[in-house]
């Protein structure tokens, strides 16, 4: 009934810029927050960004001061830049959202995960 699609990924050299995108369709009454994760190879899933319904934000200590999340009500989508990109910044990015669906229901939803590789 709901699901988010993340687009924008792809390969970046060290100390390059990137902008993810992800939007929100389906059932959808409301959404509060929405985020997003990261998972390196051999590492645990870790928060880059959040940002409330009401456009605060939370940065991930590893990121802050690199990366920006803004959010699109209208349009449910949440997006990511990033810049200065360092090779450890290679890892499978996932968007989620906390959605209330037209039945009232609430539930974190997460993304299908894109692949950010940063190498030279």
């Known amino acids: 009934q709901v699901q988010l699609v993340e687009s924008g990924a792809g390969a970046v050299q060290p100390g390059g810029s990137l902008r993810l995108s992800c939007t929100a369709s389906?059932?959808?009454?409301?959404?509060?927050?929405m985020g997003w994760y990261r998972q390196g190879p051999g590492k645990e899933r870790e928060l880059v960004a959040s940002?409330?319904?009401?456009?605060?934000?939370n940065y991930g200590a590893s990121v802050k001061g690199r990366s920006t999340i803004s959010r699109d009500n209208a349009k449910k989508m949440v997006y990511l830049e990033m810049n200065s990109l360092k090779p450890e910044d290679t890892a499978v990015y996932c968007c989620?959202?906390?959605?209330?669906?037209?039945?009232?229901?609430?539930?974190?939803?997460w993304g299908q995960g894109t692949q950010v590789t940063v190498s030279s």
């Open positions: 989620n959202a906390a959605v209330v669906d037209t039945n009232g229901y609430r539930k974190l939803y």
């Open positions: 389906g059932s959808i009454f409301s959404i509060g927050a």
């Open positions: 940002i409330t319904s009401g456009g605060s934000t």
